[in-house]
């Protein structure tokens, strides 16, 4: 589960799991059992992407194969990555039918994390045809977090009731959600 970039956070754990990044020595999966999303970043392309997380995570230069072939200064290095980096990072490019079901949720008039990033996910996963449960609000501020005092219906009731049918385990609470995180 992760809001804004946290959100980034969390749909990576979920497309980029099969990717081998640390020793696994017992080949312990490392794919989410589902994932939660609120108001996330998803895309680092130049057109939808939310500049300050792109900036924190990649730098504030993207540098193609051409450019390090010229020679970049080491500090520009630090500063920038590659762009088949930006690619990576673009999380809606890295989804495939192994990408774990996704609960997604947005707010229509989020200024700072364009719904955008939401809906180019949502269509990745159905293109991939992974189950995907969305859930928007028509007005909201981002940062809403678990209650969006714009609206009367809140994400969180909703998420649980998806978290329930499709998981088909008894009625949720924060109690017992820790059992999904242990299930194997």
Known sequence: ?????????????????????????????????????????ITFTDSLTHQGSRQNLIGTKVFTSDDYKKGIPTKAKELGMLEVDVINFSNELQVTPKTPPT????????KAVPVGNSLVFITALQQNKVPVEIFFYEKGEHGYGMNNPEANEQWMDACLKWIKKYFDQPPMDFANLKQLSTRQ
């Open 103 to 110: 609960f997604i949720t947005s707010a229509l008039t989020d």
């Open 1 to 41: 589960m992760g809001s804004s970039a946290g959100g980034h956070l969390a749909s990576t754990a979920g497309t980029h799991f099969d990717k081998q990044v640390i020793e696994n020595p017992n080949h312990t999966s490392l794919r989410p059992d589902f994932m939660i999303l609120n108001y996330p970043v």
